[in-house]
Nanobody, 120 residues
Framework: QLRLVESGGGLVQEGASLRLSCAAS????????LGWFRQSPGKEREFIAR???????YVIDALKDRFTISRDNDKNTVYLRMNRLKPEDTAVYSC??????????????WGPGTQVTVSS
């Protein structure tokens, strides 16, 4: 079983950058597809990005000019780099992992999330 813990969130001003980290433990990290989601109050959870076991990455069109997903298998960590942050990026950001037999868009494990607040 994989355990995921996010970090790197916080309160920033509009235009700032943040890098979120999601550290994994408990299983072979390189076997997992990883993803990032976010949820704002009163809204549905939104898929942001994924990176597969071979490190092919995808970010949704609305965010691909500002957000980047990456992974470091040696550190068992997936990252979400967020640039030029906007107030509408305010949300709880969570990472997720899917094992080899789990097909997208399904996920097996979730982290508890980290709050990102962007002030104007």
């Amino acid at each position: 079983q994989l355990r995921l813990v996010e970090s790197g969130g916080g309160l920033v001003q509009e235009g700032a950058s943040l890098r979120l980290s999601c550290a994994a433990s408990g299983d072979t990290f390189s076997n997992y597809r990883l993803g990032w989601f976010r949820q704002s109050p009163g809204k549905e959870r939104e898929f942001i990005a994924r990176i597969n076991r071979g490190s092919a990455a995808y970010v949704i069109d609305a965010l691909k000019d500002r957000f980047t997903i990456s992974r470091d298998n040696d550190k068992n960590t997936v990252y979400l780099r967020m640039n030029r942050l906007k107030p509408e990026d305010t949300a709880v950001y969570s990472c997720a992992a899917a094992g080899p037999v789990t097909r997208f868009p399904n996920w097996d494990y979730w982290g508890p999330g980290t709050q990102v607040t962007v002030s104007s």
